[in-house]
């Protein structure tokens, strides 16, 4: 069973650059994905992005592209997000989980595929 701890959250200003990361403990095996997810009051929670845990491929809703950058360390077991440009309709509780089989990304993008998640970081934007 893994377990997940988000960081990295915080309150910016509409522009600013946030890095957020996740601690991944117990058993992460290569074919597992990893994946960010957000949720505002009110919301469901939505896809932000997926990575391998093994190769590194990565998959972006199509709301965050060239503003998100996902990435995974191996050695220190963490899957970080790189999130620049940030707007106002960014604010969220940022989580990340992990789905054990995905045979294509783009096919992973719904919450109740995560087996999964750590208890979010708050990210706010103020404009």
């Known amino acids: 069973q893994a377990q997940l701890v988000e960081s990295g959250g915080g309150a910016v200003q509409a522009g600013g650059s946030l890095r957020l990361s996740c601690a991944a403990s117990?058993?992460?095996?290569?074919?597992?994905?990893m994946g960010w997810f957000r949720q505002s009051p009110g919301k469901e929670r939505d896809f932000v992005a997926s990575?391998?845990?093994?190769?590194?491929?990565?998959y972006y809703a199509d709301s965050v592209k060239g503003r998100f950058t996902i990435s995974r360390d191996n050695v220190k077991n963490t899957v970080n997000m790189q999130i620049d440009s940030l707007k106002p309709k960014d604010t969220a509780v940022y989580y990340c989980?992990?789905?054990?089989?995905?045979?294509?990304?783009?096919?992973?993008?719904?919450?109740?595929?995560?087996?999964?998640w750590g208890q979010g970081t708050q990210v706010t934007v103020s404009s």
């Open positions: 990575i391998r845990w093994s190769g590194g491929s990565t």
């Open positions: 117990g058993y992460i095996f290569s074919n597992y994905v």
């Open positions: 989980g992990v789905l054990t089989s995905c045979s294509s990304l783009i096919f992973c993008t719904r919450g109740s595929q995560y087996a999964y």
